[in-house]
């Protein structure tokens, strides 16, 4: 029994025995991160109720607006779905930007504006709209100073209504005149063997034409002309006029090109050479205040300094679906976070439905700035508005571009409104269908084919394009063509003939549309709001609240959809991967602005071949 006691106890012995620290150490790790995760959780909490609670700013008087204006102004907003993790305020979309200089207008705690723009990035439609604002608030009796540290010839037109226009020592401005430059892309697809097949309706619509040609096209170079001097000719007399100088004077100081601020002062676009501390203590002196307060404009817009609830009607609201950049057939969501601006035919249906079902809506505004896209989706959108037409008014504003789907969709409308600069017309289709037969080629690749029928491989991009599927792709265009015409004619009272004369794909201008009828009459987006609240008979002095479509969306339900099926589902347009996105940024906006723009049309293209989309408008700069 001793000798087997032995054995067993040595046994024992060589038994590994357990690693007690092992255990501790995973238990701590875990506790780690349960701790953590909870507060994470509990800190998200925090903020987000934060966020709900928090309370409007407080507006001090003699307060000084601080207007910065970089970058573009959306006409819709594109929430951030990591702003809930940020301080500061959100970026102000258009309407936004000209509610808040509308109230300030009038605002007695608001002594006057402090303009800044830094390569404003807004076209000249939206400029020239924030330009009328500023001279209301000046005929309101408050101030209007501008600095200027670098920028562009925008960036001066809405600067020369201030009242004094200050730069400092070292800074440049340029002032050069106005160019567009544009990208086409044939040599490059020959290199790859990708052979664009193109038609367009008719010798003006050249949307198809940076895929199909070295260069511009004898009419696209007519109408982007004509484009070019309305936009000299709009700025030389907006700061002729401002400055108190001659148009020719001014033409001939665009012939320099770089200025800096002695070159500006002689000529007397500027009135001083200052420091911005200088300028701050003139603002100071001006505002009469115990110390500057500055404000800016985001601040502004969230408070409700100037805003009394009953100065608005409770029984009647204004609708406005926003329909902003390119149509696509099908649903493409609400807004979703880091999206090319697109939109969609069905998420269009919805807006417009939930417009209709709103008891308040008396009238809906279709603000449009699109140049068009998919013929379907505009064609679906057409048939929207037409059907709401008959429960109550519906009206077109258009904004910097409303053209090809756009114009399409705007004759569905009882009145259309544009501005005297809205890129507009473009009444028009074009076909598009990439080819990849010589690509293969170019590989040693073959193609083999099965079909049971003749038309089974029709237009298929893997195979040469036959006569006959030109022949019969041809005559189902030109039938989308004459549909388009049709259509502008019965919207205009005009004859078909009357039609296709201002038709042809041809670009108009805000003001040569309202010359030639296409357009109902001429106004920015507030006044189209008056001609609204007249048409229901709304008094001038009364004020109606306008609920937009899509409805703007919290950075809470923007982040949460970061994590949702639905925002899996969206469609997009968006084709240009991560790293390729990097290698975009490096290049110069215009080329960013023209390749995204192609690679949204070679996207259309490859689905539904027949598009109502006008060229893309490079920056004229």
């Known amino acids: 029994m001793d000798h087997e006691n032995q054995r067993e106890r040595a046994h024992s012995l060589q038994k590994p025995k357990r690693n007690r620290s092992g255990c501790w150490i995973a238990l701590a790790i875990a506790g780690?991160?349960?701790?953590?995760?909870?507060?994470?959780?509990?800190?998200?909490?925090?903020?987000?109720?934060?966020?709900?609670?928090?309370?409007?700013?407080?507006?001090?008087?003699?307060?000084?607006?601080?207007?910065?204006?970089?970058?573009?102004?959306?006409?819709?907003?594109t929430p951030n779905p990591f702003a809930i993790f940020m301080q500061g305020q959100k970026p102000l979309t258009y309407m936004q930007t000209l509610s808040a200089l509308k109230r300030a207008s009038k605002d007695s705690r608001i002594e006057g504006?402090?303009?800044?723009?830094?390569?404003?990035?807004?076209?000249?439609?939206?400029?020239?709209?924030?330009?009328?604002?500023?001279?209301?608030?000046?005929?309101?009796?408050?101030?209007?100073?501008?600095?200027?540290?670098?920028?562009?010839?925008?960036?001066?037109?809405?600067?020369?209504v201030a009242d004094s226009i200050f730069m400092p020592p070292e800074s440049i401005i340029?002032?050069?005149?106005?160019?567009?430059?544009?990208?086409?892309?044939?040599?490059?697809?020959?290199?790859?063997?990708?052979?664009?097949?193109?038609?367009?309706?008719?010798?003006?619509?050249?949307?198809?034409e940076t895929v199909s040609r070295t260069g511009f096209s004898r009419p696209a170079r007519e109408s982007l002309n004509d484009l070019l001097n309305h936009r000299l000719s709009t700025w030389l007399k907006t700061v002729a006029k401002a400055r108190s100088l001659e148009e020719h004077n001014l033409d001939s100081a665009l012939r320099k090109g770089i200025y800096q601020p002695e070159d500006m002062w002689?000529?007397?676009?500027?009135?001083?050479?200052?420091?911005?501390?200088?300028?701050?203590?003139?603002?100071?002196?001006t505002a009469k205040g115990s110390k500057l307060r500055l404000t800016p404009l985001a601040k502004y817009a969230a408070s409700k300094s100037g805003l009394k609830k009953s100065d608005y009607r409770d029984d009647i609201e204004i609708a406005m679906v926003v329909v902003s950049g390119i149509m696509l057939s099908g649903d493409t969501g609400d807004i979703a976070p880091f999206e090319n601006s697109v939109c969609g035919s069905k998420s269009f249906a919805r807006h417009l439905d939930k417009a209709r079902k709103n008891d308040k809506v008396k009238a809906i505004i279709i603000r449009i700035d699109s140049p068009g896209g998919s013929i379907m989706a505009a064609d679906e959108m057409w048939s929207e508005i037409n059907r709401t037409r008959r429960q109550m008014p519906v009206f077109a504003s258009m904004s910097s571009v409303a053209a090809s789907g756009g114009y399409y969709i705007a004759t569905a409308c009882d009145t259309i409104i544009a501005h005297p600069t809205t890129v507009t017309g473009s009444i028009g289709v074009?076909?598009?269908?990439?080819?990849?037969?010589?690509?293969?080629?170019?590989i040693d690749a073959n193609t083999d084919t099965l079909k049971t029928h003749d038309s089974a491989l029709f237009l298929n991009p893997l195979l040469p394009f036959g006569y006959q599927?030109?022949?019969?792709?041809?005559?189902?265009?030109?039938?989308?063509?004459?549909?388009?015409?049709?259509?502008?004619?019965?919207?205009?009272?005009?004859?078909?003939?009357?039609?296709?004369?201002?038709?042809?794909?041809?670009?108009?201008?805000?003001?040569?549309?309202?010359?030639?009828?296409?357009?109902?009459?001429?106004?920015?987006?507030?006044?189209?709001?008056?001609i609204v609240k007249n048409r229901l008979g709304i008094d001038k002095t009364e004020k109606v609240r306008i609920r937009i479509y899509p409805e703007p969306e919290d950075n809470l339900s923007a982040f949460l959809k970061l994590f949702s099926v639905q925002a899996i589902g969206n469609r997009r347009v968006n084709t240009i991967g991560e790293d390729e996105q990097t290698l975009l940024k490096a290049l110069p906006v215009s080329a960013q602005e023209s390749i995204q723009y192609q690679m949204q049309l070679h996207h259309l293209a490859l689905q539904e071949h027949i598009l109502m989309v006008m060229p893309s408008l490079p920056d004229i700069h």
Do not use: C
């Open 32 to 77: 780690v991160l349960a701790v953590s995760f909870f507060a994470f959780i509990f800190l998200f909490i925090v903020m987000l109720g934060s966020s709900f609670t928090s309370k409007p700013p407080t507006i001090a008087a003699n307060s000084v607006l601080e207007l910065k204006l970089p970058g573009e102004l959306q006409e819709q907003a």
């Open 113 to 160: 504006i402090y303009l800044n723009p830094m390569h404003f990035q807004a076209d000249i439609t939206k400029t020239l709209e924030i330009y009328r604002l500023l001279e209301e608030i000046k005929e309101n009796g408050k101030f209007v100073y501008a600095f200027i540290e670098f920028g562009n010839e925008w960036d001066y037109l809405l600067a020369t």
């Open 469 to 530: 599927d030109k022949a019969y792709f041809s005559k189902m265009s030109k039938s989308a063509y004459y549909r388009f015409v049709e259509k502008v004619a019965q919207s205009r009272n005009l004859t078909f003939q009357q039609a296709r004369e201002l038709a042809k794909g041809r670009i108009w201008i805000g003001d040569q549309a309202f010359q030639k009828g296409l357009v109902d009459t001429l106004g920015n987006l507030l006044s189209s709001i008056e």
């Open 174 to 208: 340029e002032l050069n005149g106005f160019a567009i430059l544009d990208i086409f892309w044939k040599g490059t697809y020959d290199k790859l063997g990708i052979d664009y097949y193109v038609q367009q309706y008719e010798e003006y619509k050249a949307a198809g």
């Open 430 to 442: 074009v076909s598009m269908i990439p080819n990849f037969s010589k690509t293969l080629d170019k």
């Open 266 to 285: 002689s000529l007397g676009l500027i009135d001083a050479i200052e420091p911005h501390w200088k300028v701050e203590e003139k603002l100071k002196r």
